[in-house]
Structure formats: C-alpha cells, structure tokens
C-alpha cells in the first residue's frame, strides 16, 4: 500500500486500513460546497424530503451537469464501505442523467459503474470471500 494514499494497522485481531479520503468524495459531501455534485447531491436530498427546489438546482447547473455526474460517479467508485452512500450516489447520478443531453453524456459510463459496484460488493460483504477489494 502506497504511504500516500494509505495506511495499515495489524493488531492480533483485526487489520485496519485508512486512507485519506478523495477529492470527488470530499467535493461531494464537504458543508457548503458549491461543487456541481454537492449541488446535485442537495438536489436529491430536497426530492427525498418533498423540497421543490430541487428543479431550481437542475436549471443552475445547466452546462456543469455532466461534471457533477462524473464526480458523482468517481466518488461511487471510491466508496467501499458504507452501501447507502453508494447506492445514495448511484441514484443522484442517475437522476441527474435524466437531465443530461445523451450525446453530451454516455450512459453506458454509469451502466459500467453500476455493474462493478455490485461485482464488488457481493464480493466484499460476501461470508465466503470476505476480502478488501477496491476497483
């Protein structure tokens, strides 16, 4: 494991790893981001609470759609843990995609993520292959 990016602890019982947590990841959740996949992140927050601004947020975001999708999606990629946050940033990407114009964005590109995140998953919550995999 690279210094940079991570770090392992072996105890007699369990081994941790940390890792510093990615730009997409941070640009996502970080309080008060203007970052165009925290704006799309708002905007699927404000749909799950019944908000109407979340149409508002879409028009704003106009040409910045297509970044905050890919962000979105780097972000998908990175996450290992936590399954909500997963599928919470699957389901903002392909909200915001609906919103996209289809020669301007490939969603085959979110279809390839979708499919290794459940490979991966399976994988690493599985009781008979219980390993430390990232994509």
Known sequence: MNEIDGMR?????????????KDATFNTFDFASIDPAAKLHNAQRSIDFNNPSADQIIRELDKQLKTGIETLLEAAQQEHH??????????????????CDPSEFD????????????????MRHSP????????
Do not use: G
């Open 9 to 21: 602890v072996l105890t007699s019982e369990f081994t941790y790893f940390f890792e510093s947590v």
């Open 82 to 99: 936590d399954i909500d946050v997963l599928k919470h940033l699957l389901t903002t990407a392909s909200f915001a995609k609906k919103f």
């Open 107 to 122: 969603p085959s590109r979110y279809v390839d993520v979708v499919k290794h995140s459940i490979v991966l998953t399976k």
């Open 128 to 135: 008979n292959f219980a390993r430390a995999i990232t994509f």
